[in-house]
């Protein structure tokens, strides 16, 4: 019975080892355009939406399974046909010692609420950064660059996404009804 649930599920679940899929389930493959044999073996890499996703993500990754042997977020990823989205990802390591060695993730794609609109790879790190309630000065710091590129970065998210103000921008990045 429990093969069944995880097999069909109503959202996408993975087990990752060493960053490979090892067991996709129905709803993880259909979410990024592919069928279950397809993405059974693919580097989770494949599914970024660049390698400097995969590379800078992942070292978040690896630090908070560390620490808390569970990581959560929202980034865009990459369909089999090219096409990015949105997707919530959820996961927790099942060997803490090593935490990519083995970890059940979850997929969610978030199309429906928040459409994706063409971003440079610094233009999204600033937008997660921006959606988690950091200032332009935390966002600098954190990513090693002036607050006042910071500012500049947020006014091209403020004019891509015809935002007003800082609060509408972060209404339309996460989503939320305006």
């Not at 992942?58 to 865009?76: F, M, P, S, T």
């Not at 459409?115 to 937008?127: G, K, Y």
């Not at 800082?166 to 305006?178: D, I, R, Y």
């Amino acid at each position: 019975m429990s093969d069944l649930a995880f097999t069909h599920a109503p959202i996408g679940i993975c087990v990752l080892e060493n960053r490979t899929v090892r067991t996709p389930n129905e709803a993880f493959a259909a979410m990024f355009g592919k069928t279950v044999d397809e993405c059974r073996g693919q580097s989770i890499a494949d599914f970024y939406a660049s390698e400097e996703d995969f590379e800078n993500i992942g070292a978040k990754v690896k630090n908070a399974l560390e620490e808390q042997g569970a990581y959560h977020d929202e980034r865009i990823m990459k369909r089999k046909d090219g096409s990015l989205f949105w997707c919530r990802v959820r996961g927790k390591s099942l060997t803490p010692e090593n935490p990519f060695h083995c970890g059940v993730w979850t997929f969610a794609d978030l199309s429906d609420e928040r459409p994706v609109v063409s971003l440079t790879q610094r233009e999204r790190e600033i937008a997660i950064l921006t959606c988690r309630g950091m200032t332009s000065k935390e966002i600098g710091l954190e990513l090693q660059i002036s607050y006042r590129t910071v500012e500049e970065y947020r006014a091209r998210l403020l004019k891509k996404f015809g935002a007003r103000k800082l609060a509408e921008l972060v209404a339309k990045l996460s989503g939320m009804p305006l």
